[in-house]
């Protein structure tokens, strides 16, 4: 299940969110669409979490580009997590882990430190941290977690649309023999 997930999240990144779109064509005017990485993400491990949960929840944020921050509880010593930073080892400054609390989360989204937080669960949201994203206007991702590359990576991502003109007077210059939409 986890190997299927990480080829579909591969696959939306290769096929829809690692390019530019531009469905329009119209002639003298880009208008593009692009996907950018989430800024600082923190993924939040909570003890009724499964591992598939866990391990699909890394996969995606490291398919779409993330700096991505496991946030466990110090009471909570779970082996998957042992065993996944055990085997995260070569991604380096891509992903760190932290034991803290709630309250130590809801501290560092008060000081800015991350920009989205990927729960599996929205039962799984501590009041401290639901007050500090509210007051920051943080993200909480609470939707379950999918195997399913294009509903899941959106989580991860943010979507960024540009409109440039490169037309002067009409005059199209170097661009003049583009293919583009049927004039009307």
């Known amino acids: 299940r986890i190997q299927r997930a990480a ?26 669409r692009r996907y950018l990485p989430a800024g600082p993400l923190r993924i939040r491990v909570d003890p009724r979490d499964g591992s598939f949960q866990l391990v699909a929840r890394v996969l995606a944020a490291r398919a779409a580009g993330c700096a991505i921050t496991v946030s466990t509880p110090a009471e909570d010593e779970r082996a998957d997590v042992a065993l996944l930073h055990e085997l995260t080892e070569s991604w380096a400054a891509a992903i760190e882990f932290v034991e803290e609390s709630d309250e130590a989360l809801a501290a560092a989204i008060g000081r800015g430190q991350t920009e989205r937080i990927r729960y599996a669960d929205f039962a799984h949201v501590g009041d401290p941290v639901r007050r500090a994203a509210a007051a920051a206007g943080l993200h909480l991702a609470t939707a379950p977690v999918l195997g399913v590359g294009r509903i899941e990576l959106l989580h991860y991502l943010r979507e960024q649309t540009l409109c440039v003109d490169y037309h002067r007077y009409g005059n199209l210059g170097t661009r003049a023999g583009e293919p583009r939409a049927e004039v009307r």
Do not use: K
């Open 7 to 32: 080829v579909s999240y591969e696959r939306a990144m290769a096929e829809e969110f690692g390019r530019e779109h531009d469905h329009f064509r119209l002639l003298g005017q880009d208008n593009l």
